[in-house]
């Protein structure tokens, strides 16, 4: 059975939604464009060997629309299909299985994964603006309730939970469920963003990220080449952040991830491949793993994904030498490490997405391209990437160091 391995990996920087260096940017240009960088890495070759583009994005719709896997392969002039995948925030992630599985498989010896999300761009046109499903709306007005601070039971009549729930509310609901307190979440965020702030000084973050060029509508384009979602702040000022997801709740803007614009790709390539260009290799892909949860409880996914892996590899988390898990909120996460005995120093050493900000579609290629790099640099032998999905879902990935 074919190999799949890390080649190469290169995301754009991320900007912030709305106000940001990327609100002018289309996720189809954004996308060929990293695109083709990462394909630039590889010397000598041939666009056309590329097996198929599988692109993430998390809203699938307007702009980034019209399966823009395959724009990107027409707008980069390549004769080769493309695919778009949803899996929400994981999407990306979803795609890099995919494009293994089909090593695995033999089914070709090339692929680009990656992914998009352009949350600016969604006044262009987004999926989930559609009515909702009416068999929900029992569960929905118990949200709603919940929100508000009146009781009431949390699953409807009909057993059917609320999947259209807030992601902030079941940040809420995790960490009432995992007792994780508002210090505890404030001091996770005020680390990670600290984290970040060390790594950008000592210039951890320049092999990884590719300036963007972004055309203005008066005079020269916009050179945009660093993280713009990271900010300074101290944890009294966290501690004034109102809780809008719930009366006297614990989950805040500081404490959460942001909305954001970003792109980030990586190409998979089997054995056959790296010997046939003298390659060398990032990380092998071992294996990965999906679960579905409880929709209330959406972040604590990334804990029945990583047990599903590390028993099908047969690997302890001990083990695991370095660990990316999405940030999508403090009190997920530090659920996540709690439930999975996790050593917190091997835990996003360079700060995650609460810091860097989380373009959904994005997410899954700089967590997987950042393990694949960090356990190369740092001689860790595995490296865990791992996230939560909306409507109740975890992902996780396991990398193996390639010496």
């Known amino acids: 059975m074919a190999e799949p391995v890390i080649v190469a990996t290169a995301r754009t920087p991320i900007g912030r939604a709305s106000k940001g260096s990327l609100v002018d940017a289309r996720p189809d240009d954004m996308s060929a464009f990293i695109v083709k960088d990462v394909l630039s890495k590889v010397a000598g070759l041939d666009p056309a060997e590329v097996e198929d583009i599988i692109w993430g994005i998390g809203q699938p719709g307007g702009e980034g629309g019209f399966n823009i896997g395959r724009i990107i392969a027409v707008m980069n002039e390549m004769e080769v299909p493309g695919v778009t995948v949803n899996r929400y925030c994981s999407s990306s992630l979803q795609t890099i299985r995919m494009a293994a599985h089909a090593i695995k498989a033999g089914e070709g010896d090339c692929f680009v994964a990656g992914g998009v999300e352009t949350v600016s761009r969604y006044m262009n046109g987004a999926a989930d603006t559609g009515p909702h499903n009416e068999l929900f709306a029992d569960a929905e007005q118990r949200s709603a309730e919940r929100t508000s ?33 508002r210090e ?72 959460a991830s942001g909305v954001n614009d970003g792109a980030g790709c ?17 990380a092998r892909y071992c294996g990965g793993a999906t679960a579905g949860v ?13 047990r599903k892996i590390l028993r099908s590899l047969n690997i302890k988390m001990d083990q695991i ?9 403090a009190s997920q996460s530090l659920a996540c490490i709690r439930e999975l005995n996790m050593n917190e120093n091997k835990v996003n050493i360079h700060g995650g997405a609460i810091a860097l900000g989380h373009p959904l579609g994005a997410t899954g290629s700089r967590i997987t391209g950042k393990t694949a790099s960090l356990i190369k640099k740092n001689d860790k032998r595995f490296g865990l990437a791992t996230q939560c ?14 010496n």
């Open 149 to 181: 601070g009146e009781s009431g039971n949390w699953e409807a009549p009909n057993g059917l939970p609320d999947v259209y729930i807030a992601m902030g509310q079941t940040a809420e609901n995790v960490a009432e469920h995992y007792n994780i307190n």
């Open 184 to 255: 505890d979440q404030d001091l996770f965020a005020f680390n990670s963003q600290k984290k970040y702030q060390e790594a950008k000084k000592n210039g951890r973050f320049k092999s990884e990220i590719i300036p963007v060029e972004v055309p203005q509508k008066r005079g020269d384009p916009l050179i945009f080449e660093e993280d713009e979602h990271p900010r300074e702040t101290d944890l009294d000022k966290m501690a004034k952040l109102p809780t809008p997801f719930k009366e006297n709740g614990t989950v805040t803007a500081g404490n």
């Open 266 to 282: 990586l190409l998979i390539a089997s054995e056959d491949m790296v010997k046939k260009y003298s390659l060398r290799p990032l």
């Open 294 to 306: 409880e929709p209330k409880y959406m972040g604590i996914g990334p804990v029945f994904s990583t």
């Open 321 to 329: 030498g370095l660990i990316e898990l999405n940030e999508a909120f």
């Open 389 to 402: 999905i909306g409507l109740g879902q975890g992902i996780a990935t396991i990398l193996e160091n390639i």
